[in-house]
T-cell receptor
Framework: DTGVSQDPRHKITKRGQNVTFRCDPI?????LYWYRQTLGQGPEFLTY????????KSRLLSDRFSAERPKGSFSTLEIQRTEQGDSAMYLC?????????FGQGTRLTVV | DAKTTQPPSMDCAEGRAANLPCNHS???????VYWYRQIHSQGPQYIIH???NNETNEMASLIITEDRKSSTLILPHATLRDTAVYYC????????????FGAGTRLFVKA
């Protein structure tokens, strides 16, 4: 257990529905990252927060995706109007100094 | 694209040292070399990182060449539980985890 928790661990949704995932980072970590991982590939960066400020977004983060980190604590990642191509593992990581620690991920299946 | 190149797979006998190579010829002066591993369906687990000196911790040793263009992760006495995908990434460290992991090296430890 790295101390980064993600909820839910698994989510099955119908195409077109909205989904929201939560990440609770290690408490003193001020930086938080979201990644997406598809089968057989390594994780790919989506977006990054320093405290409550969203500092960077990847071009992979389409308009249907939005992330928040109110008060610089937990973070949420919402996907609107899900598509089958959104099926993936969504990973959260938090960082204080140089090491980043990952949660166990939320596996999304869009049917 | 990932900034590192790793062999797609390697085998190692249980109890022997596993030496996993990584090429990062375009690494810049402020970028660290990080190693993570991922066991099926879990989030990536931090192993070790270094800037230019060799590093050792309870899990592994990291050997970085003098020109910093390549590195080797050493698991001194591999066990069956070390079977995983190992990712080598280069990042700036604090605030720099905006990365593509690449496909990594799938290490098979055999009894």
């Amino acid at each position: 257990d790295t101390g980064v928790s993600q909820d839910p661990r698994h989510k099955i949704t119908k195409r077109g529905q909205n989904v929201t995932f939560r990440c609770d980072p290690i408490s003193e970590h001020n930086r938080l990252y979201w990644y997406r991982q598809t089968l057989g590939q390594g994780p790919e960066f989506l977006t990054y927060f320093q405290n409550e400020a969203q500092l960077e977004k990847s071009r992979l983060l389409s308009d249907r995706f939005s992330a928040e980190r109110p008060k610089g604590s937990f973070s949420t990642l919402e996907i609107q109007r899900t598509e089958q191509g959104d099926s993936a593992m969504y990973l959260c990581a938090s960082q204080l100094n140089t090491e980043a620690f990952f949660g166990q991920g939320t596996r999304l299946t869009v049917v | 694209d990932a900034k590192t190149t790793q062999p797609p797979s390697m085998d190692c006998a249980e109890g022997r040292a596993a030496n996993l190579p990584c090429n990062h010829s375009t690494i810049s002066g402020n970028e660290y070399v990080y190693w993570y591993r991922q066991i099926h369906s879990q989030g990536p687990q931090y192993i070790i990182h270094g800037l230019k000196n060799n590093e050792t911790n309870e899990m592994a040793s990291l050997i970085i060449t003098e020109d910093r263009k390549s590195s080797t992760l050493i698991l001194p006495h591999a066990t069956l539980r070390d079977t995983a995908v190992y990712y080598c990434i280069v990042e700036e460290g604090a605030g720099g985890f905006k990365t593509i992991f690449g496909a990594g090296t799938r290490l098979f430890v055999k009894a």
